[in-house]
């Protein structure tokens, strides 16, 4: 009963509105200045409050709903990021469902033509397990994306179970390490390796590298040491609505002065 009445609730706040855009700051670790925004999906329920997206997204992708609203967040980013700084890109997660189903070339070529956005400035996220089914499809579709100007970044890199493989079969612009290295960085041998490979695979390939999760300033100097291009987590900020991004760009932004001069 609890699933059906979720699955309703959600049709419904997609008619009528009710999901909204958060974004999380990516910062380069030399500058210190803030490179793109990740959007991410919330959903603040009249009744039981803000519902997780580990709730809602499984539930969204089973029912098919994903479609919908990985078009909406793709649309909705698109029209917020133009309003941005130039330097600062949208990244935008996606669905494998969103490659097995629709088309995803003409969405996203739609998004980019309504809002303006150029599409140099669009990083588009995807995970491993999109390569593991109908890997060659999916391929040529990233190709498409390619050619279009757009980014494509691994997210979770190291997680899965062919991940190196997947670096040769396409030219990713950005490996995202997953923070379950990153946490344990400091105290696990075995995770300070993994960052350190996964580094020096993104310098050998021409990738940059993003480091996701960091919550503390040891965390962040000790990935800078490893050679990682950028870092994301609550160190930085906790994901913020479109509203405040404006003063939070002001304040990293400061914060990177103070840490130039100093």
Known sequence: RSRRSLERDMRSALVQGDFRLAYQPLVNLQTRKVTAFEALMRWHHPERGPVPPSEFIPVAEEMGLIMQLGEWALRQGCMEAVHWPEEINLSVNLS?????????????????????????????????????????????????????GVRISMDDF????????????????????????VQDVLV????????????????????????????????????????????????????????????????????AASVSDS
């Open 158 to 181: 190291g997680t899965g179970y062919s991940s190196i493989g997947y670096l040769r079969s396409f030219p990713f612009d950005k490996i995202k390490i997953d923070q379950s290295f």
């Open 96 to 148: 494998p469902v969103q490659f097995a189903k629709g088309n995803l070339v003409s969405t996203v070529m739609s998004a980019l033509a309504s809002s303006g956005l150029p599409a140099s400035r669009l990083e588009l996220e995807i995970t491993e397990s999109v390569l593991l089914e109908k890997s060659e499809r999916n391929i040529r579709i990233l190709n498409h994306l390619r050619a279009l």
């Open 188 to 255: 696990d041998k075995g995770s300070l390796a993994i960052v350190r490979a996964i580094a020096g695979l993104g310098v050998s390939f021409g990738m940059k590298t993003t480091a996701e999760g960091v919550e503390t300033e040891e965390q962040m100097r000790c990935l800078n040491r490893e050679g990682c291009t950028e870092v994301q987590g609550y160190l930085l900020s906790k994901p913020v609505p479109p509203a405040e991004l404006a003063g939070l760009l002001q304040q990293l932004n400061t914060n």
